[in-house]
Nanobody
Framework: QVQFVESGGGLVQPGGSLRLSCAAS????????MAWYRQGPEKQREWVAM???????NYADSIKGRFTISRDYAKTTLYLQMNSLKPEDTAVYYC????????WGQGTQVTVSS
């Protein structure tokens, strides 16, 4: 069973930066597109960034130009570099496969506030 362990969240002021990490178990990294998702207060979970096994990345319009997704195959770890953070980025962030996500981890809380 694939498991995801997200880390790196915290409290940051508007305009600040954070780097999230997601350690994944199993054989998924070399086979599947991976993605970051987030769920803000009283909102549905939404996709924010994805990267396929070839290294092609794509981003939701709301974070384009501010966030960068990357993956380390040797460490089977997915990253999300978040810059120029805004209060509306406050959410619990999760990683999972881009297609048919399942077995959600606990996520990591990101709070952007002054």
């Amino acid at each position: 069973q694939v498991q995801f362990v997200e880390s790196g969240g915290g409290l940051v002021q508007p305009g600040g930066s954070l780097r999230l990490s997601c350690a994944a178990s199993g054989q998924i990294f070399s086979r599947y597109a991976m993605a970051w998702y987030r769920q803000g207060p009283e909102k549905q979970r939404e996709w924010v960034a994805m990267m396929n096994p070839a290294g092609f990345g794509n981003y939701a319009d709301s974070i384009k130009g501010r966030f960068t997704i990357s993956r380390d195959y040797a460490k089977t770890t997915l990253y999300l570099q978040m810059n120029s953070l805004k209060p509306e980025d406050t959410a619990v962030y999760y990683c999972n496969t881009f297609e048919s996500p399942q077995n959600w981890g606990q996520g990591t809380q990101v709070t952007v506030s002054s």
